[in-house]
């Protein structure tokens, strides 16, 4: 059974940055596809961005040009960096690794292995 953790989460200023990072352990996330999803307050999960087994990527249209999504196999891990951070940002993120690339994997929960997810909150 795999288990995702992710972290890297905190309390930045408008304008600045931070590096999310999601962990598997009990398989290898070079076999999955794998998202990264929101919460804003108040608001659905939404998805933010992907990238696939191929290294292909896919992001939301509010965060392209802004977030990079990347994967580093030697630590088994996935990146997703944020720049320019603004305070609509602010949102628990979540990881989402499994058979599925893009915003579909919110409904593919057979085939998906989710994080408890972390914290951004960017302020004005």
């Known amino acids: 059974q795999v288990q995702i953790v992710e972290s890297g989460g905190g309390l930045v200023q408008a304008g600045g940055s931070l590096r999310l990072s999601c962990v598997a352990s009990g398989g290898a996330l070079r076999n999955y596809q794998a998202n990264w999803f929101r919460q804003r307050p108040g608001k659905e999960r939404e998805f933010v961005a992907a990238v696939s087994r191929f290294g292909s990527t896919y992001y939301r249209d509010s965060v392209e040009g802004r977030f990079i999504i990347s994967r580093d196999s030697t630590k088994n891990t996935v990146y997703l960096e944020g720049t320019n951070l603004k305070p609509e940002d602010t949102a628990v993120y979540y990881c989402?690794?499994?058979?599925?690339?893009?915003?579909?994997?919110?409904?593919?929960?057979?085939?998906?292995?989710w994080g408890q997810g972390t914290q951004v909150t960017v302020s004005s």
């Open positions: 989402a690794a499994g058979g599925t690339f893009g915003p579909a994997a919110i409904k593919d929960s057979e085939n998906t292995y």
